[in-house]
């Protein structure tokens, strides 16, 4: 059975920063594309950073480019997401998520999702 686990989230200040992480059992983050998913209120779920196929690029949305971060410990089966500079809207569920597709970048084309964590940003 796959579980991806996200933990990290919380309440934080404008221009703080936080750090997600998605622990994953059940499958090896090395052999799936892996990415970090976010859904506001009201709004679509929405890409916001993740790996290509074997993990030697990265790939951000515009909103998040210079800010946030992704990284992995293959050695631990987790996926990090870093995120600095922290804006109100970036409040969020944030979605671990795992797929074939690479770059992973559509909620359609996610095979397995994590229960999300969520992150205010407070003005």
């Known amino acids: 059975q796959v579980q991806l686990v996200e933990s990290g989230g919380g309440l934080v200040q404008a221009g703080g920063s936080l750090r997600l992480s998605c622990a994953a059992s059940?499958?090896?983050?090395?052999?799936?594309?892996m990415s970090w998913f976010r859904q506001a209120p009201g709004k679509e779920r929405e890409f916001v950073a993740g790996?290509?196929?074997?993990?030697?690029?990265?790939f951000y949305a515009d909103s998040v480019k210079g800010r946030f971060s992704v990284s992995r410990d293959n050695a631990k089966n987790t996926v990090y997401l870093q995120m600095n500079s922290l804006k109100p809207e970036d409040t969020a569920v944030y979605y671990c998520?795992?797929?074939?597709?690479?770059?992973?970048?559509?909620?359609?084309?996610?095979?397995?999702w994590g229960q999300g964590t969520q992150v205010s940003v407070s003005s």
């Open positions: 998520a795992a797929g074939r597709t690479t770059p992973l970048q559509r909620a359609k084309d996610v095979t397995y």
């Open positions: 790996f290509s196929w074997i993990g030697s690029s990265t």
């Open positions: 059940g499958l090896t983050v090395s052999n799936y594309v």
